[in-house]
Every structure is written in C-alpha cells, then in structure tokens.
C-alpha cells in the first residue's frame, strides 16, 4: 500500500486510539469508588476491581494500535521524525503491557491491604513491573511529541502542539510531585496527563494523514 493510501487509514488508527486511551472516563460509571479524581487511573484495570476488563482491553488496544502505527510509520521516515513515531510504538508497547502483563493486583491508593503488601513487596511481578512500563508509556509519549513539534512547521498545528505538551508536561510533573507528596489530588493530576497524551494520539492522527504540516529535507521525505 502507498503511503499516500495509507496515510488516511494510519490517522483513523490512531484517533481510535485517543478515543480507547480516553476509556477512564467510564470510571464514575462503572467503578465510583475510584471516580476520576482518586488514585490512577491505571487502578480501574486492576485485576480486583468491577469491570477491570474494560479497562485493561481500552489499554491493550490502544498499546497495539499505537505501536503498529508507529513502526509502520517509522519504516517509511528519517531524523527527528523517525525518533517521533519510535516514540510512538515505545508508548503502544508499554500501554499495551499495562492494560495485559503489567496491570495491577489491586488499587493500592484506595485498598489499606493492598498498599500494604505493595510497601513489603509481597504482590505479584506483574504489580511491581507496571510502574516501569507505565514509565515507559510517558517517556514515550513525551519524546514523541517533543520530536513531532521539532519538525511541526505550520504554525497553527504547532500552537495546538504547544498546548498539547503544556498539559502534558503539568500532568507529568504534578502527579511525580503528588506521588512523593500526597495531598489528594494524584487522580485528578493524573488525569490532567492522560488528557495530553490523548491530545498527543491526535495530533500525531493529524500529521500522519498531513505529512506535509512537517519539515522536509533533501531527499523530499520528512
């Protein structure tokens, strides 16, 4: 398939993506003793909590819609703009882990029990390894917008790209500081964070369908 051609069917992949990515937003309907403003979201897909399933499949199914498009797109680029879409399948392949492999025991924000034995150490693996491909996920996200705005030429798209790492940096940074220095407010911080990294899935959809919103170099690829 031409890029050309494929381009339109890259952008819808990865607006199905934002939209999946967007699934803690069920929260308050299907898991009110979490809501949207207590503990992380990554908890909903905790393997102890009602409808854990719906949340960890609106994980894996962005983690593998992300990462196909990424290596896909990454294949045909070069540069900075190849570093963007390697972010991009990091991010897919960490997500995906944290909605399958990595989810969680249990939600250690809202369970005495469970944030106990998180601090001795005695839940499973798969506990202890989400918060590294959780990590994962950020770090991915965030060289990937980095390197998209790097390469963002039209100015319109790049104030939207600018606000995009705005939120998501805030988020990032915040719910680092929530985590060390517990005030209440990690969920919503959090939060803030999932909200740029879907705003990110969108506009990486928009350059994905628009390759020429970037730079191009010499060899007419961008």
Request: hydrophobic share 55%.
């Given at each position: ?14 607006v199905?993506?934002?939209v ?82 990595t ?16 601090r ?38 790049r ?5 995009v ?6 988020g ?5 500081l ?9 969920g ?19 350059v994905a369908a628009?390759?020429?919103?970037l ?8």
């Open positions: 398939m031409s890029r050309a051609r494929s381009a339109p069917a890259v952008a819808v992949a990865l199905v993506a934002a999946l990515y967007s699934s803690w937003l069920l929260g308050p309907l299907l898991n009110p003793a979490l809501g949207l403003t207590h503990g992380y979201a990554s908890e909903l897909a905790a393997r102890d909590q009602p409808y854990h399933l719906v949340f960890g499949l609106g994980d894996a199914l962005t983690g593998l819609l992300a990462a196909a498009t990424g290596v896909a797109l990454a294949l045909r680029a070069r540069g900075v703009t190849r570093t963007a879409w390697l972010g991009l399948a990091v991010f897919g392949v960490a997500t995906a882990l944290d909605g399958g492999l989810s969680m025991d249990c939600a250690p924000t809202t369970d005495a029990r469970c944030a106990r034995l998180e001795l150490g005695s839940l499973s693996w798969r506990h202890e390894a989400h918060t590294i491909s959780s990590a994962l996920a950020v770090a991915g996200g965030l060289v990937s917008l980095v390197a998209i705005l790097a390469v963002l030429r039209a100015p319109a798209w104030r939207w790209g600018i606000a790492a705005v939120v998501l940096l805030v990032t940074v915040t719910t680092l929530e985590s060390a220095y517990p005030d209440g407010g990690l919503g911080w959090q939060r803030v964070q999932l909200v740029g990294l879907a705003g990110w899935l969108l506009l990486a959809a928009a628009r390759p020429d919103l730079a191009v170099g010499r060899d007419g690829r961008p």
